[in-house]
């Protein structure tokens, strides 16, 4: 225990804070490359899923130690352990990079080429450092974050698709993983208002299947799956009868409700991604490029870019001196001099990479080099005045929003060669969906919503007494401090 403060370091979450956002481009990157690459492959899925185990570990053992009702009982305080141990909860709700890393790896999750034991290891670590964050914010008089604002980030689509893939396999993930997928599904459903959001297929299999089997589950999870069924049903119904009114050919369709939900909800829950293609007429002012982005509707998209420089261009200036926690991808970046990730953490970020129009601009202004990437790059040779040029780009730079003195940097000019009017073919990787995107076998159309749900008995009262709770403990159990926080997740692989 005396190696412990040694062991339990802010550098050392922060480098595997980096090397996981590594390992998830890289992963993703050769899951496009032809099947040849199979090996190399396995490899990186293997490394990526060290990384999660290790931030797991890292957090578990914080959690575990913050925790302790006395630590001087077990002779912490002699070796200097609580000290640190505080410190280290100051930091990690500054730390966003590892907040964002695991909603990237559940976007990008793939079970092609991931197993199942990747995916629940990260939502348990995902919990863990839910737990931690809430435990920490609950005692600062003014956090440094909104936590309730970091949980609506999981109210997405494919987020919860993901959850609902975890728990399909609830039989063998054991109570302690199930309860890390179900709290966060009972806060959307409770805290967040979204019932709504989790009647889905992908939420409906595993939820019919746990009630049709009578699965043992506590209070809450039980309360939680009627609501989510009564809700779907409702749904449904009201979709019987505007169809009904609407059309009155298709009565005889209604005589079957489960088959034509089946029916009803490919249609429902389908998905479109608007992808526009470069007009290759278009001026390639850089000006005119991000007006026509604009008015595109990716202004948000282009102030992540620029956000991203101005965050560059404070690490550059030495902003984050002996406080490299607070960006650590940028950081470690450019200590190693290498170029910067700009990282898509949320689906709407990605969608950027998906416009052929968004990622031209991105190339003619120098943030994909010549190799194939994923992710666009900052270049490290950059200085902190081209930073903040390439910043002003995007629009007007405000000093509350940024973390380093506008005194200090200046605008220059900026040269960008004339390059053809398409799309670079190095960009190949940043313009295809991802593997996020290409197979999800979980969400297949055909795919049969179990008859078990038409049969439930209707509980008007039960649909609006779900009670929100704003903390997590509740659906905590005190299995963190048991093996349950490792072998439970490893039961499922």
């Known amino acids: ?25 890289k992963l993703e990157m050769c899951a496009l490359q032809p099947y040849s690459a199979a090996v190399d492959l396995k490899a990186n899925a293997r490394r990526l899923h060290l990384c999660v185990k290790a931030i797991r570990e890292y957090l578990k053992t914080l959690e575990r130690l913050s925790r302790r009702p006395n630590l001087n009982n077990s002779g912490f305080t002699q070796i200097g352990c609580e000290n640190s141990i505080i410190q280290l909860d100051g930091y990690v709700p500054a730390i966003r990079d590892l907040r964002q890393l695991f909603l990237l790896q559940l976007r990008q999750f793939n079970p092609i080429v991931q197993c199942r034991s990747y995916l629940v290891d990260v939502i348990s670590a995902n919990h863990i450092l839910l737990l931690t964050l809430e435990r920490i914010s609950s005692h600062q008089q003014q956090p440094s974050f909104d936590f309730n604002q970091h949980l609506t980030q999981f109210c997405s689509k494919t987020i919860l698709d993901r959850y609902g893939t975890a728990l399909e396999d609830f039989k063998n993930n054991g109570p302690y993983v199930n309860d890390c997928i179900l709290t966060l599904l009972y806060h959307v459903a409770g805290d967040l208002g979204g019932l709504d959001l989790l009647c889905k297929p992908a939420i409906l299999r595993p939820f019919s299947e746990i009630w049709k089997q009578e699965f043992d589950m506590r209070d809450e999870w039980n309360d939680l799956i009627e609501c989510v069924v009564q809700k779907s049903l409702r749904n449904f119904q009201k979709r019987i009868r505007f169809n009904l009114e609407t059309s009155p050919n298709s009565r005889n369709r209604s005589q079957d409700s489960a088959c034509y939900l089946m029916d009803l909800l490919p249609m429902e829950y389908s998905e479109e991604v608007n992808v526009e293609s470069i007009d290759q007429n278009h001026i390639t002012d850089i000006e005119l490029l991000v007006v026509q982005l604009k008015d595109s509707g990716f202004q948000k998209q282009l102030d992540w870019i620029q956000s991203s420089l101005l965050s560059a261009c404070a690490t550059r200036l030495g902003t984050f001196t002996g406080q490299e926690f607070r960006n650590p991808v940028t950081s470690l970046s450019f200590q190693m001099d290498l170029s910067c990730p700009v990282v898509p953490w949320t689906e709407m970020e990605a969608s950027a990479l998906r416009s052929e129009l968004f990622v031209f601009l991105l190339f003619r202004i120098g943030l994909f080099p010549a190799q194939a990437v994923l992710y666009p790059r900052i270049p490290c040779e950059w200085s902190p005045d081209t930073l903040y040029s390439v910043a002003l780009l995007f629009g007007p730079v405000e000093q509350e929003r940024i973390d380093f003195n506008l005194t200090l940097v200046k605008k220059i000019e900026l040269y960008f060669p004339n390059w053809e009017k398409q799309t670079p073919s190095c960009c190949c990787y940043a313009i295809r969906e991802g593997v996020s995107f290409i197979e999800d076998s979980y969400l297949k159309c055909g795919e049969e919503i179990p008859r078990k749900i038409a049969s439930i008995p209707h509980s008007p009262w039960l649909l609006d007494s779900l009670s929100t709770n704003s903390s997590l403990e509740v659906h905590k159990t005190d299995s963190s401090d048991d093996e349950d926080m490792v072998d439970g997740s490893r039961s499922s692989s």
């Open 1 to 25: 225990m005396e190696h412990l403060k040694d062991v339990l370091t802010i550098d050392l979450l922060c480098y595997l804070t980096w090397e996981a956002v590594h390992q998830t481009e």
